[in-house]
C-alpha cells in the first residue's frame, strides 16, 4: 500500500537545530552590539634588527581606535625612544626623534587602550594586551691596527659581544677606509707593506662577516680589488651615503700636472665585471665629499665650494659658494652644511648653511677647524667639532679639542681638550648619536719612516704608537655633560670609525 506521507530524516533534524541555533546566536550577538575585541595586527620592526636609518615603525589595528588612549599607554623598553604620532585609519606611525641606542633589545607594549566606539556607547572595551620586540645592530668599530702584530691592518671590533677581527691581510698596509651603509663591507685604500711610496695606494673592499640587506652575512676578510694603480696614483676617495658611487680624486702618472676626480660605481662582491671610473669633466679640485642624496659632489674649487653633478654636466655646477673653501660636513637629510670661510687675517670662520639660503656664523678661530660632523637626526640641531686653539703664534703650537655647538642658540660646550701639539687627531660621532670615539697618537720622536710597513699620519709623520677612547654623549643642554669623561679603550689602533 502506497502513501504520500513525508518523512523528516536525521540529517535533516541536525540541519533544522544547527539553523535554529546559529539564528539564535546570530539574535544574540546583534542584542549585545558590537563586542570584538581590538587588536594589533601587525607590527612593523616585530622580531627585526634595525639601524640608525630606520625612524619610524607602524602598527596596525584590527579597529578603529582612540588614538589618544593609544598614545597614552604606548611604552618602548628599556628606553623611552622619544617620537611622534601620525595616524591613517587603523594605521598608526611612530617617527623617532633619533636614532634608537644600538646594542639593545627593545620591547613595545600597549595595553589599556581603547577602540574609538567604546566611550560613545559607554563601554570599557580595552586592546587585547600587545608586546612586540626588535634589536638594535651591535655597537661595532673599525680601526687601522698600531700594535707590532696587527701594524696597518684594518681591524673589527664589537663592542657590544667584546668580539675583535683583523681583515685585511699583512701584505697590506691600510691607509684610509669608508664602510659601506648596511655595515657588510668596509671600502679601503692601501699600499703594499714592501712599498714605502704613500701614493701607490689601490682602492679595495673587504667582507666583515655582517649581513646586509640580503639577511646573509659573508664570512670576514674576503678582499676584493676595486681599482689599481696602473696609470693613475689614488689620492683620496668617498663613497656614496646610498653606497653605490665611488669619487676617487686621482693623478696621472705619465702627467703630473693631470689630475682631477673620477667616478665609478660601488658593485657587489657578486658581480663578475670590474666596474671601471670615468672622469668628472670640470676643474680640478682640492678637498670633497658626496653629498647626502647620493648625486653630487662639493668640492673645493678656485675661490670657493663647488657642488658638482656626478651624473650629468660637471662643468655646470648645481651650486657655487664663492665665500667657502671648504664643505666639513652634511647633516643627514642635506638640509644644512657645516663650511670653513679662510679669512686674509689667517683665521678661519665656521658657518652653518641652509637650503633656504641661510648662513649663520657659528664660531671664528685662529687654530684650525680639523673636523665637524652632524648630530645623526634627520634635522639636526647640534654639530660636533674637533678644532684646535693656537697656543703659540711664534712656534705654531696647537692644542686640539672637541667642542658641541647648539645650532639653534649658536651656544658652545667645550667636552674636551686633548693634549697640546697633537693635529692627527680623528673622531667618529656613532651613527645612534649616543658616543664619540677619537686616537690619540704617539708620534716617533726626530724620526722619518724607516721602512715600507712603518705606519703614517696623513700628515707623513712616523707614529710610535697610538690608542683609542671612547666618550658617551649626552644633548648639549644636559648639565650632567660637563662630569663626562673618556674611557680608554684596550685597543692600540688610529683613525677610528663607527660602522653605520
Known amino acids: 500500500m502506497s502513501t504520500n506521507k513525508a518523512f523528516i530524516q536525521p540529517l535533516d533534524r541536525v540541519a533544522i537545530a544547527l539553523i535554529l541555533l546559529l539564528s539564535l546566536l546570530i539574535g544574540f550577538l546583534i542584542m549585545q552590539g558590537d563586542v570584538v575585541t581590538a587588536r594589533v595586527r601587525d607590527f612593523s620592526w616585530q622580531n627585526q634588527q634595525i639601524g640608525a636609518e630606520n625612524l619610524a615603525f607602524t602598527l596596525t589595528f584590527s579597529r578603529p581606535m582612540d588614538t589618544k588612549s593609544v598614545e597614552d599607554n604606548l611604552k618602548i623598553y628599556p628606553d623611552d625612544v622619544e617620537g611622534k604620532f601620525s595616524w591613517a585609519g587603523r594605521r598608526m606611525v611612530y617617527t623617532l626623534k633619533s636614532p634608537a641606542t644600538y646594542g639593545i633589545n627593545y620591547q613595545v607594549k600597549l595595553q589599556g587602550a581603547k577602540d574609538k566606539f567604546s566611550s560613545i556607547e559607554g563601554k570599557n572595551r580595552v586592546i587585547q594586551p600587545f608586546t612586540g620586540s626588535f634589536r638594535t645592530r651591535d655597537r661595532i668599530i673599525s ?23 683583523v681583515l685585511t691581510p699583512k701584505d697590506l698596509i691600510v691607509m684610509d677606509f669608508k664602510p659601506f651603509p648596511d655595515g657588510d663591507r668596509i671600502l679601503f ?8 711610496d704613500l701614493l701607490s695606494a689601490q682602492l679595495y673592499t673587504v667582507t666583515t662577516g655582517i649581513a646586509g640587506e640580503s639577511g646573509q652575512a659573508q664570512p670576514a ?25 665611488i669619487v676617487v680624486q686621482r693623478g696621472n702618472k705619465a702627467n703630473p700636472g693631470d689630475f682631477g676626480l673620477w667616478f665609478m660605481p660601488a658593485t657587489s662582491d657578486k658581480s663578475e665585471e670590474k666596474p671601471t671610473p670615468k672622469r668628472l669633466q670640470s676643474q680640478p679640485g ?11 659632489v662639493a668640492v673645493a674649487q678656485g675661490q670657493g665650494a663647488a657642488i658638482l653633478p656626478i651624473q650629468g654636466d660637471a662643468n655646470k655646477p648645481l651650486d657655487f659658494l ?9 647633516s643627514k637629510d642635506g638640509s644644512q652644511a657645516a663650511m670653513v670661510k679662510f679669512n686674509t687675517d689667517y683665521t678661519r670662520d665656521l658657518f652653518l648653511v641652509t637650503n633656504q639660503g641661510i648662513q649663520k656664523p657659528l664660531l671664528k678661530t685662529p687654530g684650525s677647524i680639523i673636523d665637524c660632523q652632524f648630530y645623526p637626526a634627520p634635522a639636526s640641531s647640534t654639530l660636533y667639532c674637533l678644532l684646535t686653539q693656537l697656543i703659540s703664534q ?10 658641541a655647538i647648539d645650532l639653534k642658540t649658536g651656544a658652545q660646550k667645550p667636552l674636551l681638550v686633548l693634549p697640546i701639539d697633537q693635529r692627527n687627531v680623528q673622531m667618529s660621532i656613532s651613527p645612534d648619536g649616543s658616543s664619540l670615539l677619537f686616537d690619540q697618537v704617539k708620534p716617533q720622536t726626530n724620526a722619518s719612516p724607516s721602512s715600507a710597513n712603518t705606519l703614517t699620519t696623513d700628515d707623513g709623520e712616523a707614529i710610535a704608537s697610538s690608542s683609542l677612547w671612547f666618550m658617551p654623549l649626552l644633548p648639549i643642554d644636559d648639565a650632567a655633560i660637563n662630569s663626562i669623561r673618556p674611557e680608554k679603550l684596550p685597543l692600540v689602533g688610529f683613525h677610528p670609525r663607527w660602522l653605520p
Open 189 to 196: 685604500s692601501a699600499r703594499s707593506s714592501k712599498s714605502q
Open 322 to 330: 664663492p665665500q667657502f673653501g671648504l664643505v666639513q660636513a652634511f
Open 394 to 403: 711664534a712656534e705654531y703650537v696647537e692644542q686640539p679639542y672637541v667642542v
Open 286 to 296: 682640492g678637498d670633497f665629499i658626496i653629498t647626502p642624496d647620493s648625486k653630487a
Open 143 to 165: 680601526y687601522i691596527g698600531a700594535d707590532p702584530e696587527n701594524q696597518g691592518q684594518l681591524i673589527l671590533y664589537n663592542l657590544t659581544q667584546g668580539q675583535l677581527k
Open 221 to 245: 676578510g674576503k678582499v676584493d680589488l676595486t681599482l689599481d694603480n696602473k696609470d693613475y696614483q689614488n689620492l683620496k676617495f668617498d663613497l656614496s651615503p646610498d653606497g653605490e658611487t
